[in-house]
């Protein structure tokens, strides 16, 4: 079993940035391909960012390209998500989340296998 604990969510300004972890416990994530997710109120959970389990790929949804970036310290059994530039659609909370799936691209939370609890982040306009 994975346990993942996202952290670093708040409250920031339309244009701030915010820096948010997950670590994970229970057993190594260095061979889990890992994503970022979010869910806005009365929306689906959707994808944001994934790397794969050696951090050598990385893939973006379109909304987020360009102004965040994922990276992992498997030594820490931890991932990152920097977020600049942030905009008001960017509120939701954000969930991380590891996917047993190597080889591609994984994008579905259907794929994901274990998740995190979730932080909110809020961006005020």
């Known amino acids: 079993q994975v346990q993942l604990v996202e952290s670093g969510g708040g409250l920031v300004q339309a244009g701030g940035s915010l820096r948010l972890s997950c670590a994970a416990s229970g057993r190594t994530i260095s061979s889990y391909a890992m994503g970022w997710f979010r869910q806005a109120p009365g929306k689906e959970r959707e994808f944001v960012a994934f790397?794969?389990?050696?951090?050598?790929?990385?893939y973006y949804a379109d909304s987020v390209k360009g102004r965040f970036t994922i990276s992992r310290d498997n030594a820490k059994n931890t991932v990152y998500l920097q977020m600049n530039s942030l905009k008001s659609e960017d509120t939701a909370v954000y969930y991380c989340?590891?996917?047993?799936?190597?080889?591609?691209?994984?994008?579905?939370?259907?794929?994901?296998?274990?998740w995190g609890q979730g932080t909110q982040v809020t961006v005020s306009s």
């Open positions: 790397i794969s389990w050696n951090g050598g790929r990385t």
């Open positions: 989340a590891a996917s047993r799936i190597s080889g591609t691209i994984t994008l579905r939370v259907s794929s994901y296998d274990y």
